[in-house]
């Protein structure tokens, strides 16, 4: 007997050592300033940074771990050697107590991410929901003894300070409500197949 996955998603997540502090006070340094963004988003009662300039000397490692961190995503997907990986854009979002973000995707883009500088248990996760549309229709809850990968229709990943998670931008996910009266602060970003 041969048991096959014939489709998969497939997720990198990985606890980074950067200057959190230094990027945190970045950000409340915009906020202050009130640079944020006009455009349409995802986020339900916080602050949504306009794009970053790349350039910006605090984003720099972080741009490094991602440059890092997409060359293991590029090899599993198997994308051919004269292809490569480039940074869209990048932008921060505050949480405060109670935002949260509603179910989206990242259009136009191949990879997407996201890096907490500011988050602790319960200040909001970041759920992927299955990419199977059919999934509710045909197999209902209530079945099963437990969530596994073949049935489950979210997955959640705790949000904690100094990760990063990578992810398709075809996949839908939100983030649940900050249950705390600390910030979150996510830096979100878009990865371009050049
Ligand atoms: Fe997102």
Known sequence: ????????????EDNLNLNIEEMNKFAYKLKNEDKGTKMASSSQ??????ELNLEEPVLQPLIKAITEISLIYFKKLNIKEAHGLSINNMWFIINKENSYNKPHTHPFSFLSGAFYSKAAAKSGDIVFMNPNPKLEAY?????????NKYQSDINTRQS???????FPSWLEHY????????DRIVWSFNLQLT
């Open 1 to 12: 007997m041969i048991e096959q996955e014939i489709f998969s998603t497939f997720i990198l």
């Open 45 to 50: 009662g916080g602050f949504h940074s306009d």
């Open 139 to 147: 197999w209902h809850d209530g079945a099963y003894a437990g969530w």
């Open 160 to 166: 904690l300070a100094n990760k990063i998670i990578l």
């Open 175 to 182: 983030v649940t409500p900050n249950q705390n009266e600390e």
